[in-house]
């Protein structure tokens, strides 16, 4: 009797088992979704970093957007140029002129600079928390220096310096995350048109006298820059590049702009040229420090 049930028992799984392949193998053919190939492929040559610099969730969502023709094939910041010639040839398409966009700071006021500036103890330390609070600092446009650009960043390409975020452009790879993160909008991505682009450091859209109240350095808005030419305007107390006519072989078109702003607030940001390390190249480089881990215990004079 014994033996009759175990058999039965074990005929019973074999046929639920056979009847559940049947059901399965059904399923997957009444179900079955056909995917481009062309999706794996474009998803293939992508970097995979899933940072969201293309205005998509991640690389497999920009990957069906290209493929649907709802995304241009240049649109990836890490990849860069040769990811977007390889996506071009899985499509088929004619890659056109394609500019990497890079973080600049619009705010060049270190620590000492900003004015008015109270100390922050009771919230949390970060930037979109200190922006809640009215009069953390004198100014309401600049830096909060509290680092949420350098946390967001995965490239380690972003770092407070003396109160004020610092884009070091050797890592950078133009992924957005910090222009993103920061609550007072003080870092947008830029066209780099060369190596080194003009950028306005300051984005306070105050009168001058309340600028100058506020912080050493900010603009005052006195439109010097657009006297010479349209490639400036000033707008909201604040002036402006418009890049679409910016043309980096021709530095004739701000050199006067740059050298009239009283503030000093149009700078050059990016990696250095070629004519900026020959201009230091006969500089003696300052030594090495070497790190000499020591606490107050090694200098304990011990009696006993």
């Given at each position: ?5 175990i ?12 009847f ?9 053919q ?51 140029a ?22 600049a ?63 070091d ?77 910016y ?13 009239k702003?009283p ?23 300052l ?14 004079k011990?009696?006993?």
């Amino acid at each position: 009797m014994t033996t009759l049930l175990i058999i039965l028992a074990a005929g019973t799984m074999l046929v639920l088992a056979l009847f559940m392949a049947y059901v399965l193998g059904w399923a997957n053919q009444a179900f079955h979704v056909e995917v481009d190939p062309r999706i794996e492929a474009v998803n293939e040559a992508l970097p995979g970093a899933n940072c969201g610099g293309c205005g998509f969730v991640g690389c497999g969502e920009y990957a069906e957007a290209v493929v649907a023709g709802n995304a241009p094939p240049d649109k990836c910041p890490v990849g860069g140029a040769a990811c977007a010639e390889k996506i071009a040839q899985i499509l088929g398409l004619e890659l056109g002129e394609s500019l990497p966009y890079r973080p600049a700071v619009h705010c060049g006021a270190h620590t000492d600079d900003k004015l008015k500036r109270h100390d922050y103890h009771d919230g949390e330390r970060t930037c979109a928390s200190a922006n809640l609070v009215a009069g953390v600092q004198g100014c309401s446009f600049g830096c909060l220096g509290f680092g949420d650009c350098e946390q967001a960043c995965d490239y380690d390409a972003v770092h407070v310096i003396d109160g004020l975020a610092t884009i070091d452009y050797d890592k950078c790879v133009g992924c957005g995350a910090c222009a993103r993160v920061c609550p007072r909008k003080v870092i947008s991505m830029v066209p780099f048109k060369a190596e080194k682009m003009l950028v306005v450091a300051c984005c306070n859209r105050d009168f001058g006298k309340e600028v100058k109240a506020v912080c050493k350095v900010g603009c005052i808005g006195c439109k010097a820059c657009a006297k010479f030419g349209e490639l400036f305007l000033v707008e909201d107390n604040i002036s402006r590049i418009n890049y679409d006519d910016y043309d980096p072989d021709k530095p004739e078109q701000v050199a006067k702009a740059v050298e009239k702003c009283p503030a000093s607030r149009l700078t050059y940001v990016g990696a250095p040229t070629e004519a900026d390390l020959a201009a230091v190249a006969d500089e003696e480089a300052l030594p090495v420090v070497e790190a000499k881990p020591e606490t107050t215990v090694d200098k304990t004079k011990w009696q006993g």
